[in-house]
T-cell receptor, first 113, second 113 residues
Framework: DSGVTQTPKHLITATGQRVTLRCSPRSGDLSVYWYQQSLDQGLQFLIHYYNGEERAKGNILERFSAQQFPDLHSELNLSSLELGDSALYFC????????????FGQGTRLTVV | GENVEQHPSTLSVQEGDSAVIKCTYSDSASNYFPWYKQELGKRPQLIIDIRSNVGEKKDQRIAVTLNKTAKHFSLHITETQPEDSAVYFCAASGGTGGFKTIFGAGTRLFVKA
């Protein structure tokens, strides 16, 4: 157990819908990262938050947005869902967001039908 | 933009042999290079990392080397065992434009008993 909690574990929804994925970082970690992993693909960096502020952005679609709340949990919002958005979405956290190990959650598997 | 290339995409070795995975990064400002192992259906987990002020690091059967001039780093696994079979991801962190971790596409390692 990495200490990073993601909910829900599985999500099935229809095209055009909107979903929210939630991540609770390890206790004491200020940084949260979101990644997308499509079937048999690598980890695509989406976005990084540090202590409530956006720090870095990767190839995140405009239909996707994220935020980190004062209690440091984070949510990834995916809207106008398309079949191609089906993937495993990982959240990771680290202490400060610098050159250090990031701990991954178990992921949320999103299936768009 | 930032990019990390990883080779090979698939690697099959006999138990007891060595395995080498190579990565090249594009952002010369990157200063932290972790390696993650992802077993089937599980979350990525850090196995070893190296910082830009170090050329080599070893942990039992695993070693990583870094050539900053060539922007190249490699993972070496000696005396491979069947339980080493997994997908391995290299990553480069730090860099310009905010702290982000960019992952390579992954190497699927098969260790044959």
């Amino acid at each position: 157990d990495s200490g990073v909690t993601q909910t829900p574990k599985h999500l099935i929804t229809a095209t055009g819908q909107r979903v929210t994925l939630r991540c609770s970082p390890r206790s004491g970690d200020l940084s949260v990262y979101w990644y997308q992993q499509s079937l048999d693909q690598g980890l695509q960096f989406l976005i990084h938050y540090y202590n409530g502020e956006e720090r870095a952005k990767g190839n995140i679609l405009e239909r996707f947005s994220a935020q980190q709340f004062p209690d440091l949990h984070s949510e990834l919002n995916l809207s106008s869902l398309e079949l191609g958005d089906s993937a495993l979405y990982f959240c990771a956290s680290s202490v400060s967001g610098g050159a250090e190990e990031a701990f991954f959650g178990q992921g949320t598997r999103l299936t768009v039908v | 933009g930032e990019n990390v290339e990883q080779h090979p995409s698939t690697l099959s070795v006999q138990e007891g042999d060595s395995a080498v995975i190579k990565c090249t990064y594009s952002d010369s400002a990157s200063n932290y290079f972790p390696w993650y192992k992802q077993e089937l259906g599980k979350r990525p987990q850090l196995i070893i990392d190296i910082r830009s002020n170090v050329g080599e690091k070893k942990d039992q059967r695993i070693a990583v080397t870094l050539n900053k001039t060539a922007k190249h780093f490699s993972l070496h696994i000696t005396e491979t065992q069947p339980e080493d079979s997994a997908v391995y991801f290299c990553a480069a962190s730090g860099g310009t434009g905010g702290f982000k971790t960019i992952f390579g596409a992954g190497t699927r390692l098969f260790v044959k008993a």
